[in-house]
Nanobody, 114 residues
């Protein structure tokens, strides 16, 4: 399975971005998925997760601002990010959850700055 994250970019504080992660292969629909991020000098952390059936959970730092969703027909998981803050700056990745089992790929860079 290959994971391709996209949609990152430069945004001002308070702005929004929508990330997508497309997965190759037919096993996608059987996995819970997560969005993770890694800021410079920090460890990679889980941002949001979604089960096969659509149940979600979020890191406290993004609750109420980020929304994870998935489309099993298109093997894609999404992350809608609103009210972005400078501390959201990081490379964002998707992978299985709770245990990431696939190659991380390059991720997509989100920079929140004025």
């Amino acid at each position: 399975v290959q994971l391709q994250a996209s949609g990152g970019g430069l945004v001002q504080p308070g702005g929004s971005l929508s990330l997508s992660c497309a997965a190759s292969g037919s096993m996608f629909r059987f996995n819970a998925m997560g969005w993770y991020r890694q800021a410079p000098g920090k460890q990679r952390e889980l941002v949001a997760a979604i089960t096969r059936g659509g149940n979600t959970n979020y890191a406290d730092s993004v609750k109420g601002r980020f929304t994870i969703s998935r489309d099993n027909a298109w093997n894609t998981v999404y992350l809608q990010m609103n009210s972005l803050k400078p501390e959201d700056t990081a490379v964002y990745y998707c992978n299985t959850h709770p245990t990431p089992i696939y190659y991380w790929g390059q991720g997509t860079l989100v920079t929140v700055s004025s």
